[in-house]
Each structure stands twice: as structure tokens, then as C-alpha cells.
């Protein structure tokens, strides 16, 4: 499955970090990184497996076994999500911790 946002096409099992900003006509291969606050320029096209860092984008490496960190960090993420819906997971309050 691809995912299209404004002319761009984003391949399965991709992490967009935060912030980052991916620019028409770019095309995103499965299994890669694109960074936090990272631009993937116009018409950019990123292969598989690969980690897309800095302002403009640059292909950093390209790495196979980049989609095995993908998946284990949305199962962690998953995990922590649920602990959070049942409760049983503590909220960090740094205000709190100070005083304490």
C-alpha cells in the first residue's frame, strides 16, 4: 500500500519523524527513516530501507534492517500507549519531582 499527502507518495512501513516536512512529487520507499524536522525536497525520491537526515535531506544510509527498528519501536509504542489507557503506567510531573 502507498499513501499519497499532497503529491507526495509515501511507501508501508515508513517513520516520519516530527516536524519533518516532505514536499511534492517525493516518493518515499518502504521501510525507511525520514528524521525529525528533516526536508525531503521536491521530486526527492528516497529508496527502500533508507534514513533520510538534515535541511535539505540527504540519504544517510541505507540499511536493510532499518525496518526491524520501525517495527519494534511501534510495538514499544503500542505498549506504552495501553499501559497509559489502563493506568498502570506513572506520569512523569517534573514539578512534582522537584518538590519531593
Same mark, same amino acid.
Given at each position: 500500500m502507498q499513501l499519497s499527502i499532497h503529491g507526495a507518495a509515501i511507501s508501508d512501513e515508513c517513520l516520519i519523524g516530527i516536524h519533518a516536512t516532505v514536499l511534492n512529487g517525493s516518493r518515499i520507499g518502504s521501510g525507511s527513516i525520514v528524521g525529525a524536522c528533516a526536508l525531503v525536497t521536491e521530486n526527492m525520491v528516497v529508496p527502500e530501507n533508507s534514513l533520510v537526515l538534515?535541511?535539505?535531506?540527504? @540519504?544517510? &544510509?541505507?540499511?536493510?534492517?532499518?525496518?526491524?527498528? @520501525?517495527? &519494534?519501536?511501534?510495538e514499544i509504542y503500542q505498549r506504552l500507549s495501553q499501559k497509559h489507557k489502563q493506568g498502570t503506567y506513572p506520569i512523569y510531573h517534573p514539578i512534582k519531582e522537584k518538590t519531593l
Open positions: 538534515g535541511i535539505p535531506g540527504k @540519504i544517510i &544510509k541505507q540499511d536493510p534492517h532499518l525496518i526491524d527498528m @520501525i517495527r &519494534k519501536n511501534a
